[in-house]
């Protein structure tokens, strides 16, 4: 489960050295928008010797590439992909044919080391108009891809408008990009929010991420990791209510009744499922809670 992933600029030792370590699910690591392009050697160089050495202990590692419109992204590439990343995360896609120009390269790598080809998923950043619009195709384009991320600032640029604190601006491309994921059953990842000391900012951002069905919400500092984590954690309240489903449902089955019903409401499939889904997230099985 990625509640919550960080980005860690992929030129700066101290911070990656650091990054498994600072609460987060995963962490980016950023070879685009955080590296001068007279750095970007130095980044993969750093960032190949630090993975080839570190233990993340269980802290998934997603590696951002540049562009496949730069003259980067291939180098990354090569870079990157025998350390085997749990993911690569390519900026500015726009249609299924950039994922699969990507998916293909990578594959050609992995035959190239002897990699089991396929292993390495794939997070399209969808962060311009037409990537929105074509957020469903780019879901199914590939079966590495196991997620979508919105950028907004990006996005909001090619729309032609301002970025603002509640997010009105964005709520189409939210909404699009999580209906493509869901329909296409892979996970949704919402875009940063930027203002690193506005936690009611934050806090109010991620209760909406989370409402409108996101997995998970990236972060650009280690200190919205703890409120980021705290709204996606399911609640006391969810877990029990989750379990008092299942509950309902073994007692009618050793009862022998069809129908289950808990305080008055009948149970249908879609609350079913809505309980397994927080107990999953809780880490907890769909049923009883070990006591």
């Known amino acids: 489960m990625r509640r919550s992933m960080l980005f860690l600029p992929g030129n700066i030792p101290n911070m990656l050295l650091n990054g498994a370590l600072l609460g987060s699910d995963g ?6 928008d955080a590296v001068s392009p007279d750095e970007k050697d130095a980044a993969r160089l750093l960032v ?10 269980g802290c998934e590692v997603v ?5 496949i419109g730069t003259p980067y992204w291939q180098e990354d590439l090569d870079a990157v992909v025998p350390q085997k990343p749990n993911a690569i995360m390519p900026p500015k896609v726009n249609s299924g044919d950039d994922v699969h120009i990507i998916s293909a390269y990578i594959e050609k790598i992995e035959r190239e080391k002897g ?8 997070v399209p950043l969808l962060e311009t108009a037409l990537g929105i619009e074509n957020a469903f195709a780019i879901a199914l384009s590939d079966k590495r891809v196991t997620a979508l991320y919105l950028g907004a600032e990006d996005l909001t640029a090619d729309l032609h408008c301002k970025r603002t604190r509640n997010g009105g601006e964005i709520l189409y491309a939210r909404s699009r990009l999580v209906n493509a994921a869901r329909a ?7 875009t940063p929010f930027t203002a690193i ?12 991420a989370k409402s409108l069905g996101y997995s998970g919400k990236t972060a650009i500092s280690p200190r919205q990791i703890p409120v980021i984590n ?4 399911p609640s006391e309240e969810d877990v029990e209510y989750a379990q008092s489903v299942f509950r309902a449902i073994e007692n009618a089955r050793t009862r022998g009744k069809g129908v289950v019903s808990l305080n008055g409401k009948m149970i249908d499939a879609p609350i079913v499922e809505r309980a397994r889904q927080v107990l999953e997230a809780a880490g907890l099985p769909a049923g009883l809670k070990n006591e």
């Not at 296409?184 to 919402?190: F, M």
């Open 27 to 32: 962490i980016i690591i950023d070879l685009e």
């Open 63 to 67: 590696i951002r590439i540049n562009s």
């Open 48 to 57: 190949c010797n630090l993975m080839g050495t570190l233990d993340f202990r």
């Open 115 to 122: 990699l089991v080809p396929g292993k390495i998923g794939i």
């Open 197 to 208: 000391d506005d936690e009611e900012g934050l806090l109010a951002d991620t209760e909406l």
């Open 184 to 190: 296409a059953k892979i996970e949704a990842y919402d």
């Open 230 to 233: 705290r709204i996606f954690n």
